[in-house]
């Protein structure tokens, strides 16, 4: 059978709904984080960051939330669009600016 | 047009042969890194550079050699000792001495061992 870790988290949404993808963090001292897109065959693109001294930071048609409590984030696209579709991930500085540890990420499919 | 440059976009290596990735970026920034991505996995570091002639080895080095003479390229070179070469390669790149240092990808390169 083929292994579980190849199956990413999916989330499949309506053309003009709103998504939010989640994303379980591990260190308490990452200090930064930052959101990529990343499309098929292609390099992941920056989205969004946040620093930990902050709760909340928009952008255009997202927004990143950070509970440092339960070291929770999460990306809310506004009224997705077919051309959002890709997979989304997380990355955490750990407290290290040049070792980011990154999720496995959730793809995100917009049916028309 | 700033930005990082992967070449070749998809490459084949026979077993026991050494392939060279390229990375090259005219951001003007002096962090490089290098990243291979596996199929439902996060992205892990190969090696790292944080100026010229200098760099570091990653979570997975081995197999793996890298060299910074110029601040705008950061090749990796896959020697016949990786024993599971094929994966997409991922280079990046941070300005490093800014706050927060945000690390940009290039387009990757799809590596199949034959």
């Known amino acids: 059978g083929e292994s579980v870790g190849l199956h990413l988290p999916t989330l499949s949404v309506q053309e003009g709904d709103n998504s939010i993808i989640n994303c379980a963090y591990s260190?308490?001292?990452?200090?930064?984080f930052i959101w990529y897109k990343q499309e098929s065959g292609k390099g992941p693109q920056f989205i969004i960051d946040?620093?930990?001294?902050?709760d909340k930071r928009q952008g255009q048609r997202v927004t990143v939330l950070l509970n440092k409590t339960v070291k929770h984030l999460s990306l809310q696209i506004a009224a997705t669009q077919p051309g959002d579709s890709a997979v989304y991930f997380c990355?955490?500085?750990?407290?290290?600016?040049?070792?980011?540890?990154f999720g496995k990420g959730t793809l995100l499919t917009v049916n028309p | 047009d700033g930005g990082i440059t992967q070449s070749p976009k998809y490459l084949f290596r026979k077993e026991g042969q050494n392939v060279t990735l390229s990375c090259e970026q005219n951001?003007?920034?002096?962090?490089m890194y290098w990243y291979r991505q596996d199929p439902g996995q996060g992205l892990r570091l190969i090696y790292y550079?944080?100026?010229?002639?200098?760099?570091q080895k990653g979570d997975i080095a081995e197999g793996y050699s890298v060299s910074r003479e110029k601040k705008e390229s950061f090749p990796l070179t896959v020697t016949s000792a990786q024993k599971n070469p094929t994966a997409f390669y991922l280079c990046?790149?941070?300005?490093?001495?800014?706050?927060?240092?945000?690390?940009?990808f290039g387009p990757g390169t799809r590596l199949t061992v034959l």
């Open positions: 990046a790149s941070s300005p490093r001495l800014v706050d927060p240092d945000t690390q940009y």
């Open positions: 260190n308490s001292a990452s200090d930064y």
């Open positions: 946040i620093r930990s001294n902050m």
């Open positions: 990355a955490e500085d750990g407290g290290s600016n040049y070792k980011l540890t």
């Open positions: 951001l003007n920034h002096d962090a």
């Open positions: 550079s944080q100026i010229v002639n200098d760099f």
